[in-house]
């Protein structure tokens, strides 16, 4: 079981990224899967994440309303679209997926099973 995530680089506040998580080993359409992020110096913390059953993404308060997370169960991919990007949405953005989170737990790191390698993001001011 794999994930590669891509789509990362660098913009000017304001501008958009589309983050993509791509399976391989395992279909993803049986497992939540969820976007965390990383700062420089910084705890890994959650971004977005949509649940396996009700396919309804959670987000952390501060990217609500500017992130979408999506998938794409044909292409065995999760997207998460960012929008009015800030500086402070700097960070390596890693995805990963679990077979048995339950909703209440969608923000936990631990709950994941497995991990993409991270794909950096930079927004500039």
């Known amino acids: 079981v794999q994930l590669q995530a891509s789509g990362g680089g660098l913009v000017q506040t304001g501008g958009s990224l589309r983050l993509a998580c791509e399976a391989s080993?395992?279909?993803?359409?049986?497992?939540?899967v969820a976007w965390f992020r990383q700062a420089p110096g910084m705890d890994r913390n959650f971004v977005a994440a949509?649940?396996?059953?009700?396919?309804?993404?959670t987000y952390t308060d501060s990217v609500k309303g500017r992130f979408t997370i999506s998938r794409d169960n044909a292409r065995n991919t999760v997207y998460l679209q960012m929008n009015s990007l800030r500086p402070e949405d700097t960070a390596v953005y890693y995805c990963?997926?679990?077979?048995?989170?339950?909703?209440?737990?969608?923000?936990?790191?631990?709950?994941?099973?497995?991990w993409g390698q991270g794909t950096q993001v930079t927004v500039s001011s």
């Open positions: 949509i649940h396996r059953n009700s396919g309804r993404g």
């Open positions: 080993g395992r279909t993803l359409s049986t497992d939540s």
């Open positions: 990963a997926r679990g077979p048995s989170v339950i909703a209440s737990n969608l923000a936990s790191q631990n709950a994941y099973a497995y």
